[in-house]
């Protein structure tokens, strides 16, 4: 079936240090893979896909490319503010019918001024 | 634009009772999906409305559970006899149609607290 595994948190940054979140996933065909990410208080919001092998999306410093051979999504940021801390959370869309999302279990982050 | 809203944004209830979550998705949204997220945990797939009708109710956990999208706008998801393991945020999506690589838009969520 359809899965996504996501690092465990917390991940506890200091301010302009690099960030990685892992993502893998089990899938049938060639799904699409996003990042959502939930900042305190708020909903969930789209903050990159990609929608085939090798695309790579990326969104306000936030990059993440599409592996098909080590079926991974990871998010990177080259440095992180403060104003990044929030649930992160990796989904793949499944490939027919509904489309309807598969989530992780999320990955708080905080980062330190 | 608006976004999707749901309503209400807190609902306390008692075990046993009958509720009534609310979503309005974004104008034009022919896909509409409500997802479950417990504490700690990501979102999980309820239910699937493409127009009015629910293309896909396999997410649903058993029959207390049911959701109507009657003109293919607002949708409503209601729980019967409600349980403790029924809290949780309940979360409504919409999109533009269903398609690889399509973006879902999320609501603020119902957080729902059976008590």
């Known amino acids: 079936g359809n899965s996504v595994t996501q690092m465990e948190g917390p991940v506890t940054l200091s301010e302009e240090a690099f960030l990685t979140i892992n993502c893998t996933y089990t899938a049938t065909g060639y799904p699409s893979l996003f990042w959502y990410v939930q900042y305190p208080g708020e909903g969930l919001q789209l903050l990159l896909k990609?929608?085939?092998?090798?695309d790579k999306g990326s969104n306000k410093g936030f990059e993440a490319t599409y592996r098909k051979e080590t079926t991974s999504f990871h998010l990177e940021k080259g440095s992180v503010q403060v104003s990044d801390s929030a649930v992160y959370f990796c989904a793949l869309s499944t490939t027919s019918g509904t489309y309807k999302y598969i989530f992780g279990t999320g990955t708080r982050l905080k980062v330190l001024a | 634009g608006a976004g999707v809203s749901q309503t209400p944004s807190n609902k306390v209830t008692e075990k046993g009772k009958y509720v009534e979550l609310r979503c309005d998705p974004i104008?034009?949204?022919?896909?509409l999906y409500w997802y479950r997220q417990s504490l700690g945990q990501g979102p999980e797939f309820l239910i699937y409305?493409?127009?009015?009708?629910?293309?896909?109710d396999s997410g649903l956990p058993n029959d207390r559970f049911f959701a109507v999208r009657p003109e293919g706008s607002v949708s409503t998801l209601k729980i019967q006899r409600t349980e403790r393991g029924d809290s949780a945020v309940y979360l409504c999506?919409?999109?533009?149609?269903?398609?690889?690589?399509?973006?879902?838009?999320f609501g603020p969520g119902t957080r729902l607290t059976v008590l």
């Open positions: 999506a919409s999109s533009p149609g269903t398609g690889g690589g399509i973006t879902q838009y």
């Open positions: 409305f493409q127009g009015t009708g629910a293309a896909d």
């Open positions: 104008s034009g949204h022919t896909a």
């Open positions: 990609a929608t085939k092998a090798d």
